[in-house]
């Protein structure tokens, strides 16, 4: 029978070589996970920077994540050139240039340089042009620096200093643009009219009306009223007007009543003929204004007979409705048909003018 051997404890320095044995054996088998040899090498090459080192870098992270939000939000100023701008993006709501006033500011920035930067926004990949930026405002500006360009051929003068805007919502860019302008030079009611049509076709607002209402939205209720003539105007004639600028307000009012009335054909037919100036292009469309005037205003309407003119007004018979600004208003029925009454200290003049053309334009043919 074997005899059994005797188990002994094994010293530290036994285990000390098993274990040496065992880790070179692992080793060269390849039973180290690539994974955990990749984060051993990253941690070591952490751990042999310094403090500083590592506090730089985050410092350095944290600036870029700064500059790249403040680009986002429309604060860095950046140098452009002028060829990647496209200037009509947005259709401008000044129409004309006064050469006096260029000349003056292409003057200063000659002397002075450019003191306000102009605004542009990133066009889309697929908008279908070369350029890469459309302009929000700064118009003027853009179109001073090249006919500096153009007149010296300075180097200076081929990029122009701007801000990239976010174009989150369109109708904040027509609003800001119509505020420049309004700000530096009184805009015409046809040029209101104009942009306030140009940004609803362009899908900033839903029709013209919320354009306008927008747009323009601290002006008079009979300032809109104004707005809207105009912007019938540019609807139907803007493509044969030659001088729409030249309209003043008493001739836009009438033209567009003209309007209303039908009369396009007729005024389209009249402006086919070239005008030589503001006041031969108002000669040619005047005629058929003055035709719509001249018409007999026709009451009868058909339907079914009219009940004696005696028949009292029923305002009794009416629930009237009281608004938050103090106005009420009844409704009534007589002879001639329905009536509305208004009623209270918040009445003017302007409002019932607005008021008047706004229910105009709920009766128009659609």
Not at 69 to 83: F, H, K, N, R, S
Request: with cysteine.
């Amino acid at each position: 029978m074997a005899k059994r051997r005797k188990l002994e404890t094994p010293s530290a320095d036994d285990l000390n070589r098993i274990e040496e044995e065992f880790r070179r054996e692992t080793t060269s088998r390849g039973m180290v996970a690539p994974i955990t040899q990749v984060a051993a090498d990253s941690a070591a090459h952490l751990e042999t920077g310094s403090v500083e080192d590592r506090a730089e870098q985050a410092r350095h992270k944290q600036d870029s994540e700064r500059l790249k939000q403040a680009q986002t939000d429309g604060l860095l100023m950046t140098e452009i050139p002028l060829d990647v701008i496209n200037a009509d993006a947005m259709i401008r709501d000044r129409s004309l240039l006064d050469e006096g006033e260029m000349q003056e500011l292409c003057t200063s920035i000659a002397a002075q340089g450019l003191r306000l930067p102009i605004e542009v926004f990133e066009l889309p990949e697929n908008a279908g042009s070369e350029t890469q930026f459309g302009l929000v405002s700064g118009y003027r500006r853009l179109m001073a620096f090249r006919m500096l360009l153009d007149l010296s051929g300075q180097s200076k003068y081929q990029t122009i200093r701007a801000i990239i805007r976010p174009r989150k919502e369109a109708d904040e860019s027509f609003a800001a643009m119509v505020e420049e302008n309004e700000i530096r030079a009184n805009l015409s009611h046809f040029e209101r009219g104009r942009i306030a049509v140009i940004a609803a076709q362009q899908g900033a607002f839903v029709n013209t009306e919320a354009a306008i209402n927008t747009l323009f939205a601290s002006a008079s209720k009979a300032k809109r009223s104004k707005v809207r003539s105009f912007a019938m105007i540019f609807e139907e004639l803007g493509d044969l007007l030659s001088y729409p600028e030249a309209l003043t307000e008493k001739r836009g009012l009438r033209l567009a009543a003209a309007l209303r009335i039908g009369a396009e054909s007729e005024l389209r037919e009249a402006l086919a003929r070239e005008a030589e100036d503001p006041e031969n292009e108002w000669a040619l469309v005047e005629p058929a204004v003055l035709k719509t005037e001249l018409q007999p205003k026709v009451n009868s309407r058909g339907g079914r007979p009219s009940r004696p003119k005696s028949s009292p007004v029923k305002w009794q018979k009416s629930s009237p409705l009281r608004t938050s600004s103090g106005i009420t208003i009844r409704r009534g029925e007589d002879a001639d048909g329905h009536v509305l009454r208004l009623e209270g200290q918040g009445l003017s003049a302007d409002l019932m003018e607005s008021l008047m053309a706004e229910i105009q334009a709920l009766l128009e043919k659609p």
